[in-house]
């Protein structure tokens, strides 16, 4: 989202780091004709509301670098009255001066930015997103270390001369392991450490999965994206964390573009290229529509039947992916805003992926939440048909019902 408004009585620029703040008031419409008002040098961030309620008014716009703690800065302004945006980081890195940098020119160089309306609004999530993010966040890299764990002990084992066979998880080959060779006491303590490793981050792993699933299945909006074919909880969570409100896209091509499902190209002058899907847009939400993309495709759903044909005719497996990926991302559109038609009967398939969901909460999630596994699936599926409000509505072109049947 590009800056086009500067409509405001004075524009104030500010550098935030953890434990301080550096300040700019810039007066003036426009980068050449801002004139810095005032300057606050290294306030400790702690001050920040006392600071502005002295410093600034209801009709100033505070505007700020995205960094790790610029939505907490945000939502603190927020609450007594300001008004405050957030500037995407990597833009305003490339707006660094090589030769000299502090944070009093920086703070002028961020209000400037913006007036010049160059700038990228990073937009700021409200706190149930946030939580998500954060929950999605941890999920990831409990996921990344298990990988890192699993890839470590291999490759100590195929220094020893040992190679385990692909099938199957390595926890469950740790009896073959032991037996592969004679160890020393040494190796022994190796190979017990990165176990008791493997074992913790496959416990976060689950821990995180089974928070996922249960939020899935007892919010509606959450729930609903499941009825896509090849959504589940994890893909179902990673949309609610990370595109959070769906208002924000105007429509289906915005969401794709924010994904990063839309092909690169540059038609400049008399050249032209065209590339990949690569290097834009949400990686993280990019890789598992991907991955529900590849699955689908090895299904017998008409989606796949569709995917398999473009792939005949462009020769690209890679290509017929992507754009699989990107019909779910239009489903998820559509699906989001309502303009779908509701559920009037659970077919085999989701109540397979019911079953599933529910099993990921496990005996415990159960216990916690006082359910039988019954009644908790018969309120899933009521859920399923009333939780949510349907209504039918043509936005240039019909949703694509051909992604909707569920399968696991």
Known sequence: MMNTSTNTSR????????????ATILSG?????AVVEKMFNKVPLGQLVQWAKKNTSASDLIV????????????????????????????????????????????????KAYLAGIAKIVWVPDQVTQERRDTFHAY???????????????????????????????????????QARQWSPRERLVIQGLFMELRHAKEQQAHWNHLMAQEVLNDSLLLSLTRLT??????AYSIGAIVGDINRFASPKKLVAYIGLNPAFDNSGEGEWKGGIKG????????????????ILRSKHDLAKWGKKLMARKGSMKLAVAAIARKLAVAIWYLMKGSWSGVEEIDTA????????????????????GKTRKAFREEIEQNLRKGREYFLKRIKSSPPNNVLTATS
């Open 11 to 22: 524009v104030v620029g500010l550098d935030a780091h953890p434990d301080s703040f550096t």
């Open 29 to 33: 419409l426009t980068p050449a004709s």
């Open 64 to 111: 700020l670098e995205a960094s790790g703690n610029s939505f907490h800065i945000v939502r603190s302004l927020e609450s007594i009255g300001r008004k405050s945006k957030v500037l995407e980081s990597c833009h305003m890195g490339k707006l660094k001066e090589a030769h000299a940098n502090n944070d009093k020119i920086s703070a002028i160089r961020i209000g």
């Open 140 to 178: 990831s890299k409990s996921v990344r270390r298990s990988t890192q764990l699993i890839n470590r002990l291999k490759s100590f084992l195929s220094d020893h001369g040992v190679r385990l066979s692909n099938q199957g998880h390595p926890q469950n080959q740790e009896k073959i392991i032991w």
């Open 230 to 235: 090849g959504v589940r909880e994890i893909i």
């Open 280 to 295: 834009h847009g949400r990686r993280d939400l990019r890789s598992y529509l991907i991955e529900a993309a590849q699955s």
């Open 350 to 369: 989701m109540k397979l992926k019911i079953g599933k969901m529910i099993s990921k909460m496990g005996k415990e999630g159960l216990t916690s939440i």
